[in-house]
């Protein structure tokens, strides 16, 4: 079992940042891809963002391109959502994942653990 924990999320001007880290533990035995997920209140949740297990590949939905950048510290078992030029529309429940498989997956469905989630609320 894998256990993912969120932190980072709060209050944020926009045009403000901020810095989610989402640390995982327990039994992984293999590489994984870690994707970020977000979910607001009445939408589905929605693909942010991932990246590789070796952090040299990364994807993004296009509505966060240019302004949120995955990354990950292997020897930490931790991985980082850097989000800046915030939008209210960006405010959202975050969540990260860990896929198993290769390739980074855009569906919630290609991803097997979650982590609880850390909010994140946009003020215009």
């Known amino acids: 079992q894998v256990q993912l924990a969120e932190s980072g999320g709060g209050l944020v001007q926009a045009g403000g940042s901020l810095r989610l880290s989402c640390t995982a533990s327990?039994?992984?035995?293999?590489?994984?891809?870690m994707g970020w997920f977000r979910q607001a209140p009445g939408k589905e949740r929605e693909f942010v963002g991932g990246?590789?297990?070796?952090?040299?590949?990364?994807y993004y939905a296009d509505s966060v391109k240019g302004r949120f950048t995955c990354s990950r510290d292997n020897a930490k078992n931790t991985a980082y959502l850097q989000m800046n030029s915030l939008k209210p529309e960006d405010a959202a429940v975050y969540y990260c994942a860990v896929r198993l498989q290769d390739g980074i997956g855009v569906s919630v469905n290609d991803y097997r653990y979650w982590g609880q989630g850390t909010q994140v609320t946009v003020s215009s």
């Open positions: 327990g039994r992984i035995f293999r590489t994984y891809v």
């Open positions: 990246v590789t297990w070796t952090g040299l590949t990364t």
